[in-house]
């Protein structure tokens, strides 16, 4: 599951001030850091009712902010990352496909930030790097500046907006709340509302040649291998 959260330069300030002002009001804690396994769980809506009450308040804040969110759900890779070759997992491709057009179409430049280190999936950073360098699809990359920064998701409000809606998505996905909600569940009949916010937050693309890009997409396990740089390996 990878999640992209897309803020405007001129908008980071005020989406994370809001944060911060909803951490202050709601539970006293500034500096507290936004985490989905922490806030959406079971536990935390038996016994913390407070911590339920921000987690309303967030997500009814989301609809206010000035956002856009893709995700690409995946099941669990069929085959290991190979760690001696500059392979970029096609999750992060379709991200990179969704990113570009949206910053083409506000005539923007994106710079990515990732949560954590470069060394993720054996070296991400040099993975991305040869991705925008080596690939057809990258190189015609042109609104996504050349160094992705790795930072620590406590001081990025845009990560932990992600964090949490990746936790939202995940959970609707293995329970199938698209079919139903167990009866009497109401820890995901919560989670439900939840995702539908998160749909209301993204918004479908469509590339220059015509294929459809949604802002929520399923990777069928079978394509979720990995493909060598140089070959064509965005979504069809």
């Not at 959260?5 to 009001?25: E, N």
């Not at 040099?126 to 190189?139: C, V």
Request: glycine fraction near 8%.
């Amino acid at each position: 599951m990878l999640v992209a959260v897309c803020i405007s330069d001129k908008d980071s300030r005020l989406i994370g001030g809001r944060l911060h002002a909803l951490k202050r009001d709601v539970l006293n804690r500034e500096r507290m850091e936004m985490k989905g396994v922490k806030l959406l769980n079971r536990h935390t809506f038996r016994r913390k009712p407070q911590h339920v009450a921000f987690v309303e308040e967030f997500f009814s804040s989301l609809l206010n902010l000035p956002i856009v969110i893709f995700g690409i759900i995946t099941d669990r890779p069929l085959t290991v990352v190979p760690l001696d070759n500059l392979y970029l997992p096609r999750q992060f491709q379709f991200l990179v496909q969704r990113i570009e057009l949206l910053a083409e179409q506000r005539g923007e430049m994106a710079t990515i930030l990732f949560d954590g280190t470069g060394g993720l999936y054996g070296g991400l950073s040099r993975r991305f790097n040869s991705f925008l360098y080596r690939a057809d699809e990258g190189r015609a990359c042109t609104h996504i500046t050349d160094a992705p920064f790795f930072v620590d998701s406590e001081t990025s409000a845009g990560i932990q907006i992600a964090d949490m809606a990746a936790s939202v998505i995940r959970q609707y996905e293995e329970n199938e709340l698209f079919r139903r909600v167990p009866v009497g569940d109401q820890y995901l009949l919560a989670i439900r509302p939840y995702y539908r916010i998160i749909q209301q937050r993204t918004t479908d693309l469509t590339s220059h040649d015509g294929f459809e890009r949604p802002g929520l997409y399923r990777l069928a396990p079978e394509q979720g291998h990995l493909l060598e740089i140089g070959q064509s390996t965005m979504e069809r």
